[in-house]
């Protein structure tokens, strides 16, 4: 079903390019509007099988699980990096590539699904502080690199914080 909707939709825009192509002074409008109407049930038909497959239960529930997982490493990766803060320079930004962007990465992909499991207003409250501590992670590296190693002292610990709220948030949204 997902194949045709993408056939239909790429058909529907290359019958339309051909219809606009055939004559400079006019179009043919009858072409143009069937090829129109193609493009638009390929769509129709590609929406509704992602959606039905993002919906699907085997897709949340190892959403979920990424979920938790995830976001319980970041926390526990940076409360060590924020402990040995002894890594400064090269050695904090080699941790930050190793441990955290993968668990970032995989709390990104699943993110999704938080609205269909918990509501689009819990989303976006796990999502804001989530994307804060990850703007704050990115900081400490540039900060990093830069040579500004207090700086990336001090919003290693802000990111800290914000991934430990949105972990206490995605927990309380597991319980209900």
Do not use: C
Not at 88 to 116: N, Y
Not at 118 to 126: C, E, K, P, S, V
Not at 160 to 168: K, V
């Amino acid at each position: 079903m997902k194949n045709l909707g993408y056939l239909l939709l790429a058909g529907g825009f290359l019958a339309g390019a051909y219809a606009t192509a055939l004559d400079v002074q006019q179009v043919n409008w009858q072409l143009f509007g069937i090829a129109a109407a193609a493009a638009i049930a390929g769509l129709i038909m590609f929406k509704r099988q992602a959606s039905a497959l993002a919906q699907s239960d085997e897709v949340l529930t190892v959403n979920r699980t990424e979920l938790k997982e995830s976001i319980q490493n970041v926390v526990r990766d940076l409360d060590e990096m924020v402990g040995h803060i002894d890594s400064v320079g090269a050695p904090l930004r080699e941790k930050i590539d190793l441990q955290l962007r993968v668990d970032l990465r995989r709390f990104a992909d699943a993110r999704q699904s938080m609205v269909h499991l918990f509501g689009l207003q819990t989303y976006a409250d796990i999502m804001s502080s989530f994307a804060a501590g990850e703007r704050y992670i990115n900081r400490v590296w540039s900060a990093s690199a830069d040579g500004y190693d207090g700086e990336a002292t001090l919003y290693l610990d802000k990111a800290s914080r914000q991934f430990a709220d949105a972990a206490e948030q995605l927990k309380k949204a597991l319980q209900e």
